[in-house]
């Protein structure tokens, strides 16, 4: 460490705050001893024990200059001679402390996923953060090994915390820090025809707004979340378009896109429907206004036994409007940039490039509707069925509900 000058109450007294973050002044007569001064003027002494780890041992003027610096030798000699123990805390006091950090620095979708897997994966209770070894956290991650993308989610959320943990002296070591899980498989599964067909019908028999929210996630493209979190403001009727925030997108960029008239005729139903209430979502939680649908497991089980397909995810949906897409003949560029894929565009095309293609996504939608209702209008060879039946007299009714008028005759 580099020389310093050696603290002083006079020092700490006429110390300004930094502008932003923190600051530290290091003693120069005791090695590793030093203050932290905030942006809102606290002064904390601290000792660092290496690594970066540092261990905080109480603020000025509540704790004297010469009691912090004879604590600060104490743990000094303790490190030296292998006695050192980081702050003791319980697992639960430690994630409340972390989560209502996390809550102040994370969008609260992450946030909520934090929280939700930290408590669900990791039910550690009252045992000692020191305590839990590594033994204890392969454990808790093979229960999730016929997911292992939950596993591995899971894994970097402790990894995270565990780093917080450290960071705060409550650790130090990360059972977690050499972690590694193989590449995940890419997912391509596709729906072809009949399937999508076969999800638009369930999605008119499940109960509450899961269907309709399966259904323009199916004619959107959109992720399951965004259109989840729809608000009635992002809505354009005049435009026919629907503007995403930056804080609702995977990338944190506004996302612009047209629909096409059968998912207009859907928003458009549903910005009146009594299921929204009093909600500004359109597809509020059953449990709050305040909060965005999250009923999926349970709903996505009821579909699946209505739809009876292959296995498949509300993901693979995407996945389907993009490939179905290209087939049509959409270019790649126009595409793209509908699912507001960000490695569409270079850097060079977001600086001089500024026309919005509107018109052609706005084409695009209009092929994709146009094969959707090809799809979902055309006869069924028999109506032997209760399913078939029941398909057949959905699909009279949308369109006598929705208008004749909206639905294009032209194939791609």
């Keep these: 460490m580099p020389q310093h000058q050696p603290l002083t109450d006079v020092l700490l007294r006429a110390a300004k705050p930094p502008e932003c973050g923190t600051t530290t002044l290091w003693d120069g007569t005791l090695k590793h001893f030093g203050i932290r001064i905030s942006s809102g003027g606290a002064k904390s002494f601290i000792v660092l024990l290496g690594s970066g780890r540092r261990q905080a041992i109480g603020r000025y003027p509540t704790i004297t200059l010469a009691k912090a610096r004879e604590k600060a030798k104490a743990i000094l000699a303790e490190r030296t001679l292998g006695k050192h123990r980081p702050n003791s805390i319980s697992w639960k006091k430690a994630l409340e402390l972390y989560l209502a950090e996390a809550k102040t620095k994370n969008r609260p979708r992450t946030y909520k996923e934090y929280e939700r897997a930290l408590r669900r994966y990791f039910p550690f209770g009252d045992t000692k953060l020191a305590d839990i070894t590594k033994q204890d956290i392969s454990a808790k991650l093979s229960r999730l090994s016929d997911t292992p993308s939950q596993q591995k989610h899971a894994a970097v959320y402790l990894k995270t915390f565990f780093n917080w943990a450290i960071n705060e002296e409550y650790l130090t070591t990360n059972h977690l820090h050499s972690f590694k899980q193989g590449k995940a498989k890419r997912r391509k599964r596709v729906l072809n025809d009949d399937e999508l067909r076969a999800v638009w019908f369930a999605a008119d028999q499940v109960d509450g707004l899961f269907g309709v929210i399966v259904k323009l996630v199916l004619l959107t493209g959109q992720r399951r979340g965004e259109i989840a979190g729809l608000l009635d403001t992002f809505f354009s009727h005049n435009q026919q378009t629907v503007t995403l925030p930056g804080s609702l997108t995977k990338n944190h960029l506004e996302h612009t896109f047209p629909v096409g008239q059968m998912a207009s005729a859907i928003i458009s139903k549903q910005l009146t429907s009594d299921d929204r209430r009093r909600s500004a979502f359109l597809f509020p939680s059953r449990i709050s206004d305040e909060r965005p649908f999250n009923g999926w497991s349970k709903c996505k089980r009821e579909l699946d036994k209505l739809a009876n397909i292959a296995p498949w995810t509300l993901h693979d949906l995407r996945r389907t409007f993009r490939s179905g897409l290209g087939r049509l003949g959409v270019r790649p560029d126009i595409a793209e940039r509908l699912v507001n894929h960000v490695s569409s565009r270079s850097e060079m095309e977001e600086t001089y490039d500024l026309w919005t293609y509107l018109p052609e996504m706005r084409e695009a939608m209009q092929r994709w509707e146009s094969n959707m209702n090809?799809?979902?209008?055309?006869?069924?060879?028999?109506?032997?069925?209760?399913?078939?039946?029941?398909?057949?007299?959905?699909?009279?009714?949308?369109?006598?509900?929705?208008g004749n008028d909206i639905w294009p005759t032209s194939q791609f």
């Design 374 to 402: 090809s799809l979902i209008t055309s006869d069924f060879p028999t109506a032997n069925t209760a399913r078939e039946r029941t398909r057949t007299a959905s699909t009279l009714a949308y369109q006598s509900e929705i």
